[in-house]
């Protein structure tokens, strides 16, 4: 059974930093692409950021500088590093898992960027 389970989310100030983690068990996260999607009230879900099985990186034109996504082959879990936080960056956060044949996702986790 395939279950990516997130944490790291909360309240942080603008400026602030978190991190994310994406923790999967039953799939290999190095054999596919991992990505991190947000959804905010309203909104449509939206890519963040991705990383694929050769290590190439793409991010969204809002958080590039800002944010950066890892992985750790050994805990099979990929990060996400989210740094000078933005109120506009408050969202439910998911991380996404793909391979040719199949698509999962986490549960998500709710960042809230407020003073």
């Known amino acids: 059974q395939v279950q990516l389970v997130e944490s790291g989310g909360g309240l942080v100030q603008p400026g602030g930093s978190l991190r994310l983690s994406c923790t999967a068990s039953g799939v290999l996260f190095s054999l596919g692409a991992c990505n991190w999607y947000r959804q905010a009230p309203g909104n449509q879900r939206e890519l963040v950021a991705g990383?694929?099985?050769?290590?190439?990186?793409n991010y969204a034109d809002s958080v590039k500088g800002r944010f950066t996504i890892s992985r750790d082959r050994d805990k099979n879990t990929v990060y996400l590093q989210m740094n000078s936080l933005k109120p506009e960056d408050t969202a439910v956060y998911y991380c996404n898992y793909v391979t040719w044949d199949r698509i999962e996702w986490g549960q998500g986790t709710q960042v809230t960027v407020s003073s």
């Open positions: 990383l694929d099985s050769r290590g190439s990186t």
